[in-house]
């Protein structure tokens, strides 16, 4: 969800405290896309908050504290002065509620409906039926709310995702030349690439790190988005949290964070399915992208990656590069 245009590179001063037993530390906080982003006074990332999940302790109350949905020991203080950031964060998140389904006589009707619905599917042996209608069901909204979700259990695991002011909008310039919502850069915790749903793409810091020609970081989001046409991510989630998160999801619309965590301890540790060739090649034709770099950073040799540097849909061609040398600089040191 886009940010409301009056608040954007909205900015405040607030006080976090990462747990109750840690030290209150004053912060900047920065409004972003459906987002809060709390730094410290010199500019490094600290925090970063769905404005979907986050909850405020003491409605009317000054000053006003808030906390990430189902984590009330890490907070967030605004003074009352702060008036523009406390009504853009209302307001945004009103936004957002405005987004979802509302309950009502149609969500009543609706949902007996599809108790009923799940019932005899349950009845019938049919798990995997409700499974798709569930899929199909899950919005674009929802989608994006569940991979924000997602990635905040990931992180509490394996870091924060790399983040600088000069990179963040070169990383959003790779997303788009990939095709996909979001790229995070992470300093660990995934082996090379995973893809969550809503299109957000995480990859390992050594791809934008460790070689010299950035179409080997494009090559690793696309290689993602090809998997995503065999492998949705939103079906993963239920296969593992089987037909009672099946069943939650398409009543409610929720999912618990058990599932989420169950979901990315299992994900984290299984190595990642393959793609063939050919549809990697068409990700790679699509985007304009040359299949080449990305082939020898997967193997040197070349030996194991043929198929991906004989057949280079950009080979031959004069093409735009990816990113322009300056800007690759400042995204290969988003993590320093």
């Known amino acids: 969800m886009t940010v409301l245009r009056e608040f954007q590179r909205l900015e405040a001063s607030g006080i976090w405290r990462p747990s109750p037993d840690d030290q209150r530390r004053d912060v900047i906080v920065s409004l972003g896309d459906a987002t809060l982003t709390i730094t410290d006074m010199q500019d490094r990332p600290l925090a970063h908050w769905s404005l979907a999940a986050v909850e405020r302790a003491n409605p009317g109350a000054f000053p006003a ?7 009330p020991g890490e907070t967030l203080e605004l003074g009352e002065d702060e008036v523009t950031m406390l009504d853009a964060i209302q307001k945004v998140q009103a936004a957002i509620l405005r987004a979802r389904p509302h309950p009502g006589r149609l969500r009543l009707f609706g949902g007996l409906g599809v108790l009923v619905l799940a019932v005899i599917l349950l009845g019938f042996g049919l798990p995997r039926t409700m499974r798709q209608q569930t899929l199909a069901a899950v919005s674009d909204v929802h989608r994006k709310a ?25 990383l959003r310039a790779l997303a788009e030349r ?34 010299e020609d950035p179409a080997v970081a494009a090559g690793a989001v696309l290689i993602e988005r090809a998997r995503t046409q ?23 619309g929720e999912i618990k964070r058990e599932t989420l965590d169950r979901y990315s301890e299992a ?70």
Do not use: K
């Open 65 to 71: 504290i808030y906390h990430p949905d189902g984590d």
């Open 146 to 170: 569940i991979g924000q979700a997602l990635l905040g259990r990931i992180e509490r695991v394996s870091g924060q995702a790399c983040s600088t002011p000069e990179a963040d909008p070169i």
């Open 178 to 211: 990939a095709g996909v919502r979001r790229v995070a850069v992470m300093r660990s915790g995934i082996a090379e690439s995973l893809t969550l749903p809503g299109g957000i793409v995480l990859i390992h810091r050594a791809y934008v790190e460790d070689f």
């Open 230 to 252: 065999d492998h949705d991510p939103m079906a993963e989630i239920l296969d593992i949290g089987g037909i009672v998160a099946t069943f939650r999801l398409l009543t409610t």
């Open 267 to 336: 994900v984290l540790a299984a190595p990642r399915p393959a793609v063939a060739d050919e549809t990697l090649l068409a990700e790679f034709a699509r985007a304009a992208i040359p299949s080449t770099p990305y082939a020898y950073a997967r193997d040197v040799t070349g030996e194991s990656t043929l198929g991906l540097i004989e057949a280079d849909p950009m080979a031959g061609r004069d093409l735009a590069p990816v990113l322009n040398d300056r800007d690759w600089v400042q995204l290969q040191n988003i993590c320093g």
